[in-house]
């Protein structure tokens, strides 16, 4: 029996287990459902030390600056100013360590040499820096005929040459494309003081020129002369003059002959000076006299009396007033120092007021910075495309280039002003024309 007992007992638990096994599981409420636990948050690391940005490293590069200067022969004093101006933008580059270009920091060393006032030995010298001393960028002489001379060879070693100093517009005209002018042409040189001539005075209608017999000369009357012309004016002397020349009686004689109520012309600073002298001796009666070159020079003075009233051409007079804000309303870039810290640092180094030379000297080698600077690279082929793209405004005025095939390199920029030396007691110089740049109102006629 009680192993029966035992048997049913068995298949009962089978069975039980059997049931369980089938039925289904015990459902749960989904938000009774146990939410799996959050990760742990991982442990911050403490970020990585970023390195420090690097300063790029500036490598120094100096170019080397070729030209000559008149040290000695009749082109001596306009020169000597010239190089006077170019020596302070180096000095102000070198108290600046240069300028950046790229990752290079350049400056500029210089190689020059007396041409002595020689085309000759103009040729001979640029030919030296451009294959023996092999200077990267090259600054003309003083005066149109040495210019000339030294363009040749610029071009024809490839060498950008600024020119300054030379106004002749010849030289822009013969195909070269690396030379570069600073100075208003020649066949604007004397146009403006028929312009004066005609505001003060509409009634004149006899004018004489005189002078000197050289390139640049030649060309700025030959232009002033079509142009009074054209003005109406009556050419009643038309004479040259050698250089060199220190008796000008003969052409005072025929001057007074031909009776004109004013007289235009000159050359240089030397015959300019001897010039303006003798005819004030020969008490010649003229109204009004324009001479170039030689009347911007502060030395004029020394003529005492006999500079009085006389009017002259003026690259740059340090009265004019070329500004950032005149920049920004011309719409133009402006760049380098003011008119006045040049005049000062001029007057510091120099222990003299600056001409119109010292101002160029120092505005070509501005130029050459800023084209340097906007090509990025002292590639000369860079420069040249950064030279014809520049219209900029600096204390010396516009500088902007033709880039014609016909005239390129000559300027197209820059304007002339006219000064006049006034008061006999207190002689100084005025701006008298343009009207716009005017300081004071044109003596007229001479005193």
């Known amino acids: 029996m009680r192993r ?65 200067a008149s040290l000695t022969g009749s082109q001596n004093v306009s020169s000597s100013r010239q190089d006077n101006g170019l020596q302070l933008w180096i000095d102000h580059l070198n108290a600046m360590d240069g300028f950046q270009v790229g990752n290079e920091m350049v400056t500029f060393d210089t190689v020059s040499y007396d041409d002595e006032s020689s085309s000759e030995r103009v040729q001979e010298l640029y030919t030296r820096l451009a294959t023996e001393d092999n200077a990267d960028f090259l600054i003309s002489p003083y005066s149109s005929g040495l210019t000339a001379a030294s363009s040749v060879i610029a071009e024809q070693y490839g060498k950008v040459m600024i020119t300054t100093g030379a106004a002749s517009d010849s030289t822009y005209k013969l195909g070269y494309t690396g030379v570069y002018q600073t100075y208003t042409p020649a066949s604007s040189y004397l146009t403006g003081a028929l312009d004066l001539l005609q505001h003060v005075d509409s009634a004149v209608t006899r004018v004489a020129f005189v002078h000197e017999n050289d390139q640049f000369s030649t060309d700025v009357v030959t232009a002033a002369k079509d142009y009074a012309e054209t003005l109406g004016y009556e050419v009643v002397l038309f004479e040259g003059y050698d250089s060199g020349t220190t008796d000008f009686g003969s052409f005072i004689n025929k001057i007074e002959a031909a009776q004109p109520d004013a007289l235009l012309g000159g050359g240089h600073f030397q015959d300019g000076s001897t010039f303006a002298r003798q005819l004030y001796e020969k008490q010649i009666d003229l109204a009004f006299v324009t001479l170039l070159v030689a009347p911007p020079e502060p030395d004029f003075a020394e003529l005492g009396e006999a500079a009085a009233g006389i009017i002259g051409p ?42 119109y030379h010292s101002a160029g000297g120092y505005a070509a080698g501005l130029i050459l910075q800023k084209a340097i600077m906007d090509a990025g690279s002292y590639d000369p082929e860079a420069v040249k495309a950064a030279l014809d793209a520049m219209d900029i405004l600096t204390f010396y005025g516009r500088i902007k280039f033709d880039t014609s095939p016909e005239a390129h390199g000559l300027q197209i920029g820059h304007s002339m002003v006219y000064i006049q030396w006034q008061d006999i007691d207190d002689l100084h110089k005025e701006v008298v024309w343009p009207l716009e740049g005017m300081t004071a109102d044109t003596v007229y006629p001479i005193p």
């Open 4 to 68: 029966v007992s035992s048997s049913v007992l068995a298949l009962l638990m089978m069975f039980a287990l059997v049931l369980g096994a089938c039925a289904p599981a015990p459902t749960v409420a989904p938000e009774t459902q146990p939410e799996e636990p959050a990760p742990a948050p991982e442990e911050e690391q403490p970020a990585e030390e970023q390195p420090a940005e690097q300063a790029i490293e500036l490598t120094e590069t100096s170019l080397l600056l070729g030209y000559t």
């Open 314 to 355: 003026s690259q740059w007079e340090p009265l004019a007033q070329f500004t950032e804000e005149s920049a920004a309303e011309a719409g133009l870039e402006w760049f380098g120092p003011s008119g006045e810290e040049f005049v000062a640092d001029y007057i510091a180094k120099y222990d003299e007021e600056p001409s």
